[in-house]
C-alpha cells in the first residue's frame, strides 16, 4: 500500500470482555486500514468476494447451511468505516452450546481460507461480486434517509479519510481483477494491524490465544493511522436532486473537537440538549412548528462531526435550516435552562450504562476507546460527564461552525440561495 | 404471584392484574436495562366497530389508532413523553395493524415510570388545536413513507392480496383520513377500544414483580360498549401485479401469498416460518439456483403475518427480474411438495431456530418486543422456545400440502 508509513509492532492484539451473562459468545476480529481513495473500492470488493465461499464451505449456501449448523450462528463480514480508517470486520454471535473448535473453525475458514484457485480468488466470483457492488453503489441513493446521511458526512469531511465513501466508488470498480484483490488481501493479512475480541465466559480467554495462534499473522511493516486536522472552511451548502416527496436535511457542523479531548463529553451533552429525542429541536421544529416527524443530533465518535438531520417539505426546507442555526445560536447567546441540561445528561448516562447490556455495544464500545487512545472504562467514561456543566455545553454551542448544508430533494426548483 | 413458567433457564411470571389485564414478567437480575410496555388489542386494521345498541356498526377513520397513539402522552398536565425523559426513561410508541404499544426503557426510576405508564394510557385528553397541529406531523411521517420503497412495496402488496380487509391500508391512513380525523372521534374510538382489561403489561429486566402488581392496582376496568368487526374477506385476490414508478435505480418487490385465515396457532405460525425458511432461507436450493442465475444477490426477506380475518405469507427482495424470481419461488415450492422434505435440511433450520430464541433472551428490549408479538397468542417465550423445540417435520409437512395456491399469489414492485 503506498502512501502508508510502516512501523514495527506486535500486529495482533486481544481483548477479553466478561460476557458470562448472556447465552452466546460474541466474536470480532478486523484488520484496520487507512481509508484512501484508491484502496476503498478494493476493500469493499475484498469483504464481498470473502463471503462467498470457502474451501471448506465453496458457495454462499455452504456458508449459510455451516452457520446454521451451529444454532443459526449469526456472522458477518463487513466494512465500518470509523473516522479516517476502515475495519474489515468478521463477527460471529453463537449460542454457548457451539464447541470452540466449531466456532473457529468457521471463522478462520472465512478469514484464513477464503476459496482460491492458485492463491487467487475465482475470477468468476469476482466478477460476480463486482456486479454486486456495482448494482448496491448504483442503487445507494434509493434509500433516501441513508443516502442524505452519508452524503452529508462525506461532503463535510472532504480530503480527509472521514470523507472517504467506504462502500467504494462506481468508477473504480470495473477495472479491479481477481489478482488485484488477490494482492490486497495479501497485503491486508501481512500490514494490517489485528484487533480480536471475545466477549463470552471465561474459557474465552482461551480461545483467543488460539484463534491468534490459528492466524498465525507473519506482520512485517504494519500501517500506521495518522490523525490529520481538518482545515477550516466556509459552509458550502449543496443540494442534489432525486425522485422523492420529501426533502431530507442534513445540517453537518464542526466542533472542532477531538474524541480524545475532555470537551468532548460537552459536545455529546450539546447534541442530547439539541437533538434528544426530547430535544429543543424536536419541541420549537416537530412540536410547536409541526415541520417534520422526525428530528436529530448526533455527533460522530472519531471526527468531532456533529449532524442534524430531519426530512421536510421541500418549501419548508430553507426555513428549517434557519430555524435550527437559530436554535443553536439562542444556545450559544442565551445558554440553556438547568432542566433541559440535566436531563440530556441523564439520557447520556443511559446510554452509556446500557452498552453493559450488549455485547456488541461492549466490543464497539471498547475498540473504538482503544483506537482513540483514550481507553475509558464506563466507569471513568461517566466520571468524565459527570463533570460537564451548563457552561461547557454553552461553550460547545460557541464553537460549532456551520460546515454543510445538505438537500436531498425532490424539488425541481430547489436552490438554497 | 400467579403462574410461573421455565424456558431457556429463564423463569417467566404470569399474572393477571384485578382489573382483568394480562401481566408477563421477566426478571433478569444481571441486566440494568429495565423494561415495561402497555399493548392495546387495538391497531389500524380495527375500523369497524358494533356498538351494543346499535344497528348499524360504526366506521372509524382510518389511521385513527395511530393518532391516537400520537395524541395519547398529551396530558392534562404536560406530556408524558417529556415526564419520562426526566424521569431517566426513553419512552415511545408504535401501531400496527392488530396492537398499540407504549413503552419505556430506563435504568432507575422503573417504578415511577410504570406508574406513569399505567396512568396516562388511561387518561386521555384529546384537545381539537392538539390534535389539529399534529396533522401536519403526521402528514410529514406519511410522506417520509412514500420515499421508502420498502414500505410502499408492502402497502401495495397487501393491497393487491385483499379486496375488503383493512390490513390493505396503512397504518397511518391517508392525509384525507388524518385531515378528518378530530378529537371528538378519537375521544369516542378510545372510549370504545381502549379497555385496560383487554390490556398487556410486559415487563423485563431486575424487577420486583410485588411491586408490579401493587402498581396495576392504578389499572381500572371499563365498561364495553361494542365490539370491532370485520367485513367478510373474498377468498381470492384483487389483483395480481402492480408496479409502481418511484425513480429507484434498483427495483424492490415482495411476492406475496394470501392464505386461508384461521384460528390463531403459535405452533403452525413457527412451522409456516420454518417452512419458509427452507424454501426460500439462505441455505436453500431456491437461493443458490436464483444467486446463480443472477436474479438475486442476497436471500429474499421472510415474513408471515396472520390475524383477525387475514393471513398471508411474503417474501421482499430487490432485483431487475421480479416476475422470474417468483416464478422460481412458485416451481421451487411445487418441487418441495413433491419430493417433499430433507430431515438433515429440516434438523438444521430447527437448530438455527433454537438458537435464534435463545438468543432472545439476552436482551431486556429483545424480550420485551418479542413478548409484544405473542401477546395475540397468548403465548410467551417460553412457549416460543419450548415450541420450536418440538416442531417435527410433520407440521411443515401438513402445511405443504395445503397453504400456498399460484392463484394466490401477487406481485408488487417499486422502480
Request: glycine share 6%; charged share 30%; with cysteine.
Amino acid at each position: 500500500m503506498r502512501n502508508t508509513t510502516a512501523k514495527k509492532a506486535e500486529q495482533c492484539r486481544m481483548f477479553f470482555v466478561d460476557g458470562k451473562k448472556f447465552k452466546t459468545n460474541a466474536l470480532l476480529g478486523f484488520f484496520r486500514v487507512p481509508l484512501r481513495r484508491e484502496n476503498a473500492t478494493k476493500l469493499a470488493l475484498l469483504a464481498e468476494v470473502l463471503q462467498k465461499g470457502t474451501e471448506k464451505y465453496p458457495s454462499v449456501t455452504a456458508v449459510a447451511a455451516a452457520a446454521e449448523e451451529c444454532y443459526g450462528a449469526l456472522w458477518q463480514v463487513q466494512i465500518i468505516k470509523k473516522g479516517g480508517e476502515a475495519w474489515l470486520s468478521f463477527s460471529m454471535e453463537v449460542s454457548k452450546h457451539v464447541s470452540e473448535k466449531e466456532v473457529l473453525d468457521f471463522l478462520l475458514q472465512l478469514m484464513k481460507h477464503p476459496k482460491r484457485i492458485d492463491n487467487q480468488f475465482p475470477a468468476e466470483t469476482v466478477e460476480r461480486c463486482i456486479a454486486i457492488l456495482r448494482r448496491r453503489l448504483e442503487a445507494q441513493a434509493d434509500d433516501k434517509i441513508s443516502f442524505a446521511a452519508k452524503r452529508a458526512r462525506e461532503l463535510a469531511a472532504e480530503d480527509e479519510g472521514a470523507g472517504i465513501c467506504a462502500d467504494g466508488y462506481l468508477e473504480d470498480l470495473e477495472k479491479l481483477t481477481s489478482a488485484d484483490i488477490s494482492g490486497f488481501y495479501e497485503d491486508v493479512l501481512a500490514h494490517a494491524p489485528v484487533y480480536l475480541y471475545v466477549c463470552g465466559d471465561s474459557d474465552g480467554r482461551q480461545m483467543l490465544k488460539k484463534w491468534k495462534g490459528a492466524l498465525d499473522l507473519q506482520g512485517k511493516e504494519l500501517w500506521e493511522f495518522q490523525q490529520t486536522s481538518r482545515k477550516q472552511a466556509l459552509c458550502r451548502k449543496i443540494a442534489e436532486k432525486a425522485n422523492m416527496g420529501q426533502t431530507r436535511l442534513v445540517l453537518a457542523f464542526d466542533s472542532g473537537l477531538h474524541p480524545w479531548d475532555r470537551a468532548f463529553h460537552s459536545l455529546r451533552v450539546l447534541c442530547e440538549v439539541l437533538g434528544g429525542g426530547n430535544g429543543l429541536l424536536f419541541q420549537e421544529i416537530r412540536e410547536k412548528q409541526g415541520l417534520c416527524y422526525d428530528i436529530s443530533m448526533t455527533c460522530d465518535t472519531m471526527t468531532g462531526l456533529a449532524f442534524v438531520q430531519t426530512g421536510v417539505a421541500g418549501k419548508d426546507a430553507k426555513h428549517t435550516a434557519s430555524e435550527i442555526c437559530r436554535i443553536l445560536q439562542n444556545v450559544a447567546d442565551h445558554g440553556i435552562k438547568n432542566d433541559d441540561f440535566q436531563d440530556a445528561v441523564e439520557q447520556i448516562r443511559r446510554k452509556i450504562s446500557d452498552i453493559s447490556d450488549s455485547q456488541w455495544k461492549i466490543m464497539d464500545y471498547v475498540a473504538e476507546q482503544e483506537i482513540i487512545g483514550t481507553n475509558l472504562d464506563s466507569e471513568q467514561m461517566l466520571r468524565r460527564l459527570a463533570d460537564v456543566t451548563v457552561e461547557d455545553v454553552v461553550k460547545a454551542a460557541q464553537k460549532l461552525s456551520l460546515r454543510t448544508m445538505y438537500a436531498l430533494t425532490g424539488e425541481e426548483e430547489f436552490s438554497w440561495d | 404471584m400467579g403462574l410461573m413458567r421455565h424456558g431457556a433457564g429463564e423463569t417467566i411470571l404470569r399474572e393477571r392484574a384485578a382489573a382483568g389485564m394480562r401481566c408477563c414478567i421477566y426478571p433478569k437480575k444481571q441486566f440494568g436495562e429495565k423494561f415495561a410496555a402497555v399493548v392495546v388489542p387495538f391497531g389500524s386494521n380495527d375500523v369497524c366497530c358494533q356498538g351494543e345498541n346499535s344497528e348499524k356498526p360504526i366506521r372509524f377513520p382510518l389511521g385513527v389508532a395511530h393518532f391516537i397513539e400520537h395524541k395519547l402522552f398529551q396530558q392534562s398536565w404536560g406530556d408524558a413523553l417529556f415526564q419520562f425523559g426526566k424521569q431517566g426513561a426513553a419512552a415511545n410508541a408504535f401501531t400496527d395493524g392488530e396492537k398499540t404499544v407504549y413503552y419505556f426503557s430506563c435504568r432507575e426510576n422503573f417504578m415511577e415510570n410504570l406508574r406513569l405508564l399505567l396512568d396516562f394510557v388511561q387518561h386521555p385528553c384529546f384537545q381539537e388545536e392538539d390534535v389539529e397541529k399534529e396533522k401536519s406531523i403526521i402528514r410529514s411521517e406519511i410522506r417520509m413513507g412514500k420515499d421508502d420503497a420498502n414500505r410502499a412495496a408492502y402497502e401495495t402488496m397487501v393491497d393487491l392480496m385483499y379486496q375488503k380487509h383493512p390490513v390493505r391500508f396503512p397504518v397511518a391512513g391517508t392525509e384525507e383520513s388524518v385531515k378528518n380525523t378530530t378529537a371528538e372521534k378519537m375521544q369516542k374510538v378510545y372510549d370504545a377500544c381502549y379497555l385496560p382489561q383487554k390490556f398487556w403489561l410486559i415487563c423485563a429486566g431486575d424487577v420486583d414483580d410485588h411491586q408490579i402488581m401493587e402498581a396495576t392496582a392504578l389499572v381500572q376496568e371499563k365498561e364495553s360498549t361494542g365490539k370491532i368487526v370485520y367485513c367478510k374477506e373474498p377468498d381470492t385476490i384483487q389483483e395480481r401485479y402492480r408496479e409502481i414508478a418511484m425513480g429507484l435505480r434498483r427495483p424492490v418487490f415482495q411476492v406475496g401469498f394470501k392464505l386461508e385465515p384461521g384460528e390463531r396457532n403459535l405452533r403452525e405460525k413457527l412451522a409456516m416460518e420454518l417452512l419458509m425458511d427452507l424454501w426460500a432461507g439462505e441455505s436453500s436450493p431456491f437461493f443458490l439456483e436464483a444467486y446463480e442465475k443472477d436474479l438475486l444477490d442476497a436471500p429474499l426477506e421472510r415474513m408471515y403475518s396472520c390475524g383477525n380475518g387475514f393471513a398471508f405469507c411474503a417474501f421482499m427482495g430487490s432485483g431487475e427480474q421480479a416476475e422470474e424470481t417468483a416464478e422460481l419461488l412458485l416451481t421451487h415450492w411445487k418441487r418441495l411438495k413433491q419430493n417433499g422434505i430433507d430431515e438433515n435440511h429440516f434438523r438444521r433450520l430447527q437448530k438455527k431456530a433454537v438458537g435464534q430464541t435463545l438468543r432472545l433472551f439476552q436482551s431486556i428490549s429483545a424480550i420485551g418486543l418479542t413478548q409484544i408479538e405473542l401477546t395475540p397468542f397468548d403465548a410467551d417465550l417460553s412457549d416460543l422456545f419450548r415450541l420450536t423445540k418440538e416442531l417435527h417435520k410433520k407440521d411443515l409437512e401438513k402445511l405443504l400440502q395445503n397453504t400456498i395456491a399460484q392463484d394466490k399469489m401477487v406481485l408488487s414492485v417499486m422502480r
